[in-house]
């Protein structure tokens, strides 16, 4: 089925794609520049990858899109000091975050089975890829344009309230 420009305009943008936009808010502007560039990165940033994962997860919990996104990077992690982290009860871990959502990941195979209880404060957009991640995820906003008062305390009351509940909460500083 072949779409005129028109309807193709019509059409709503996967999240992917506008989560690639919000990003290239500079590179947007440039008209003729943006659409070559998006182009040749998508294949090079895996484009066509980040759809078939994102499409997976839906319908998924948290802890689901998790174990997805686990077996998919298949990372091999080797954890020291694990009986430091308390069975039950309220705790914070704030490991280093050098690669991104991989880091996410790896955190999470390593407490998995120490603790099933564990939030991760993260990204806002994760949850607007995966609306199951709502589950596991305290929402931090980063868009700017986005940012306010209100958002700040959501945040602020959403781990309050995991530590209340007794959860491992997991920040990357």
């Known amino acids: 089925m072949f779409l ?8 709503p943008k996967h999240i992917v794609d506008v989560l690639i ?10 008209r003729y520049f943006w659409p070559l560039l998006k182009s040749l990165c998508k294949g ?18 948290g802890l689901e899109i998790m174990d997805y996104m686990s077996k998919l990077l298949h990372l091999s992690v080797s954890v020291r000091g694990s009986e430091h982290i308390p069975r039950s009860g309220p705790a914070l871990v704030t490991p280093n975050h050098p ?24 990204n806002r957009d994760a949850i607007r890829a995966s609306a199951g991640l709502a589950d596991i995820i305290i929402p ?33 500083p």
Do not use: P
């Not at 936009?21 to 440039?30: G, M, N, S």
């Not at 940033?45 to 839906?58: F, I, P, S």
């Not at 945040?155 to 309230?161: F, L, S, Y």
């Open 140 to 172: 931090v906003e980063w868009r700017v344009q986005e940012r306010n008062t209100q958002k700040t305390r959501e945040t602020v009351r959403a781990i309050n309230q995991a530590f209340k509940e007794e959860r491992l909460v997991v920040i990357f």
């Open 44 to 61: 090079v940033l895996g484009y066509a990858r980040a759809l078939e994962m994102v499409d997976a997860t839906q319908g998924m919990s």
């Open 21 to 30: 936009d919000e990003r290239a808010v500079h590179l947007r502007q440039r």
């Open 99 to 122: 690669a991104g959502i991989a880091d996410g990941i790896a955190v999470y195979d390593a407490l998995k089975d120490i603790r099933n209880d564990m939030c991760f404060v993260a």
């Open 4 to 11: 005129d420009a028109a309807s193709a305009e019509d059409q």
